[in-house]
């Protein structure tokens, strides 16, 4: 059973910066894709970024410059650090993972991953 626990999340200032990590257990043999999503009150939950098993990763327009996604297989850990961070980053940050198969790591979209954390929560302040 896969298990995915984030941490590094908090408050922080306009401009200032976060990394978040997603500790994974579970993987066993197969290779498994992983992802950031987000979700702000009353909105749907957003994916950031995705990185798949060789680390190749996608990031999406809205972060694109300001956040880089990372993960060290070794560690079946993956990281998102966060930079020049603004009010509207705010939100429940959730990480995401899914073995390398049908119908999942098709994209950057909830239904592509199987395995999720609790989440946690970054405020940004103006």
């Known amino acids: 059973q896969v298990q995915l626990v984030e941490s590094g999340g908090g408050s922080v200032q306009a401009g200032g910066s976060l990394r978040l990590s997603c500790a994974a257990s579970?993987?066993?043999?197969?290779?498994?894709?992983m992802a950031w999503f987000r979700q702000a009150p009353g909105k749907e939950r957003e994916g950031v970024a995705i990185i798949d098993s060789d680390g190749l990763p996608s990031i999406t327009d809205s972060v694109k410059g300001r956040f880089t996604v990372s993960r060290d297989n070794a560690k079946n850990t993956l990281y998102l650090q966060m930079d020049s961070l603004k009010p509207e980053d705010t939100a429940m940050y959730f990480c995401?993972?899914?073995?390398?198969?049908?119908?999942?790591?098709?994209?950057?979209?909830?239904?592509?991953?199987?395995?999720w954390g609790q989440g946690i929560q970054v405020t940004v302040s103006s």
């Open positions: 995401a993972a899914g073995p390398r198969r049908w119908p999942y790591c098709s994209g950057l979209y909830r239904g592509a991953f199987r395995d």
């Open positions: 579970g993987f066993g043999s197969e290779s498994y894709c």
